[in-house]
C-alpha cells in the first residue's frame, strides 16, 4: 500500500512558466513534509519542508502547499529555470512516537524546456 | 561543511556474499537512515540509527543489519546477497531527536551494489 503518491511520473513546463508538482497522501499520522530534488548520479538534495500546522511555507523561488482536510501537498517552482529539470521526490514523515522514517513517493520527472 | 559522504560509490558482487556499505554523517548530526532505491521503485526505508542504537527498521528481511559507530558513522552490511539486492543504498543523516527533532534528512549519493 503505497501512503505518499505522485501519480504524474513526468510534467514538462516552458523556461518562465510555473511547475506545479502534485503529492497525495494517505497516512493521517505524517505530520512533516519534504520535497527532494534528485540529479542522475546523485543522492537526493533537500529542497523544502512543510510541518502540519502550517499550509504554505515559500523559499525564493519553491513554494509548498498543504491541505491537510484533502491529504494533498503541491510544490510551486516561479519561475521554471533549465537546471529545474531532475526527478522531484515528495516524502512525509509521522514524529508521533518518535518514527523519524520518510515515506517517499516514487517521483516526478520535470523538464523545463528552454 | 562537508556533506554527507558514502563509500564506495560502486560495489559488484556475487549471490551469497557478503556486502559492507560505509556512511559518514554531516558533523553535528547524530541520525544515519539508510534507504534502498531498487530499479522502478521509490526511495524504501531500511534502518535508523541514532545515538548508536537501531530506533526503527523497514520491511526488509534480518540478513540486512548495520551498526553506528561512537563517531556516528554507520555500516550497512547485508549478507546472503542475492540478485534482487541489486539497488542504489542511500545514506542520510539528520540532527537527532529532541527539542529540534523536525529536521530534514541529507542525503549522500549512494552506493550502487550490483549483484551478479
Known amino acids: 500500500d503505497q501512503q505518499v503518491k505522485q501519480n504524474s511520473p513526468s510534467l514538462s513546463v516552458q523556461e518562465g512558466r510555473i511547475s506545479i508538482l502534485n503529492c497525495d497522501y494517505t497516512?493521517?499520522?505524517?505530520?512533516?513534509f519534504l520535497w527532494y530534488k534528485k540529479y542522475p548520479a546523485e543522492g537526493p538534495t533537500f529542497l523544502i519542508s512543510?510541518?502540519?500546522?502550517?499550509d504554505k511555507n515559500e523559499d525564493g523561488r519553491f513554494t509548498v502547499f498543504l491541505n491537510k482536510s484533502a491529504k494533498h501537498l503541491s510544490l510551486h517552482i516561479v519561475p521554471s529555470q533549465p537546471g529545474d529539470s531532475a526527478v522531484y521526490f515528495c516524502?512525509?514523515?509521522?514524529?508521533?512516537?518518535?518514527?523519524?522514517?520518510?515515506?517517499f513517493g516514487k517521483g516526478i520527472t520535470l523538464s523545463v524546456r528552454p | 561543511e562537508a556533506g554527507v559522504t558514502q563509500s564506495p560509490t560502486h560495489l559488484i558482487k556475487t549471490r551469497g556474499q557478503q556486502a559492507t556499505l560505509r556512511c559518514s554523517p554531516i558533523?553535528?548530526?547524530?541520525?544515519v537512515y539508510w534507504y534502498q532505491q531498487a530499479l522502478g521503485l521509490g526511495l524504501q526505508f531500511l534502518l535508523w540509527?541514532?545515538?548508536?542504537?537501531?530506533?526503527n527498521r523497514g520491511n526488509f528481511p534480518p540478513r540486512f543489519s548495520g551498526r553506528q559507530f561512537p563517531n556516528y558513522s554507520s555500516e550497512l552490511n547485508v549478507n546472503a546477497l542475492e540478485l534482487e539486492d541489486s539497488a542504489l543504498y542511500l545514506c542520510?543523516?539528520?540532527?537527532?531527536?529532541?527539542?529540534?527533532?523536525?529536521?530534514?534528512?541529507?542525503f549522500g549519493d549512494g552506493t550502487r551494489l550490483s549483484i551478479l
Open positions: 542520510a543523516s539528520s540532527v537527532g531527536q529532541g527539542p529540534h527533532r523536525i529536521q530534514p534528512q541529507h
Open positions: 497516512n493521517s499520522m505524517f505530520d512533516y
Open positions: 512543510i510541518s502540519s500546522i502550517k
Open positions: 516524502a512525509a514523515s509521522a514524529y508521533a512516537g518518535a518514527n523519524s522514517k520518510l515515506t
Open positions: 558533523s553535528g548530526h547524530t541520525s
Open positions: 540509527y541514532d545515538e548508536g542504537e537501531e530506533r
